[in-house]
C-alpha cells in the first residue's frame, strides 16, 4: 500500500471505534444478511439474464430493454441502499440536503476515486512507448473497478439520486452521445 493509499485510509475509511459487543454482534448478523441477500440476486440476475437471451434471440428486444431498465433500476437501488448502509457504519453517510457537507463530502469523494481510478490505470499495460497492451491482472482490475464504483454510489448518495434517476441521465447521455457520433460537425471539432 502506497503512503497516498495509507492516508487515504487514515482520513476517509476509520470506521468508529467500539467495544459494545452488541454493535459487533449486531453488525456482523447484518453483514451475514446481507451476504444472503445477495446470494438470492445473484441467483435472480442469472435467471434474468437468461430470460434476456431468450427474448433477444426470439426479436423480442423492445421487451427485454422494459425488463432490463426494471431491474437494472432495482439492482441500483439495491446497491445504493447497500453503499449508504456502508457509510452509516463508517459514520460518514451525508445528507443531501447539508450544502456544506454535501460540499466537503463530494471533495473528498472525488479524490479517493480519482486516486483508485489511477489504481486501475496501474493494472492495464499503457505506456505507448512499451510493447505490452490490456489488463495485467483481470481479478485486480476488478477489484480496483469495484472501489471505484463504491465512490460512484456515494457521489449519486449524495446528490439523493436513485436508481431510476440514475437510469434516465444514462440513458439521455447515451442518446446524446450516439447523435453526436453520427454529427459531423462534432467529429470535425
Known amino acids: 500500500m502506497s503512503e497516498r493509499d495509507d492516508l487515504t485510509e487514515q482520513a476517509f475509511h476509520q470506521p468508529p471505534v467500539t467495544n459494545d459487543k ?6 456482523k448478523r447484518e ?13 435472480h440476475a442469472g435467471r434474468l439474464a437468461d430470460e434476456l437471451v431468450a427474448l433477444r434471440a426470439g426479436g423480442n428486444t423492445s421487451g427485454a430493454v422494459q425488463i432490463l431498465s426494471h431491474n437494472a433500476e432495482t439492482g441500483l437501488d439495491f446497491m445504493l441502499g447497500l453503499q449508504g448502509d456502508l457509510e ?17 463530502y463530494v471533495r473528498e469523494v472525488v479524490l479517493c476515486a480519482e486516486d483508485e481510478l489511477h489504481e486501475v490505470l496501474a493494472e492495464v499495460h499503457w505506456k505507448p512507448w512499451k510493447d505490452s497492451r490490456g489488463i495485467k491482472d483481470r ?20 446528490g439523493g439520486i436513485t436508481g431510476r434517476e440514475i437510469i434516465a441521465d444514462y440513458l439521455a447521455k447515451n ?3 450516439l447523435g453526436r457520433n453520427k454529427s459531423a460537425e462534432y467529429r470535425a471539432s
Open 22 to 27: 452488541v454493535t459487533i454482534a449486531t453488525l
Open 88 to 104: 452509516d457504519v463508517w459514520g460518514r453517510r451525508v445528507d443531501p440536503a447539508d450544502p456544506e457537507a454535501v460540499s466537503t
Open 175 to 177: 442518446n446524446e452521445n
Open 31 to 43: 453483514l451475514r444478511e446481507a451476504r444472503e441477500l445477495l446470494v438470492v440476486r445473484a441467483d
Open 139 to 158: 481479478d485486480k482490475y476488478r477489484e480496483e473497478m469495484a472501489d471505484v464504483l463504491h465512490f460512484v454510489l456515494d457521489l449519486y448518495l449524495a
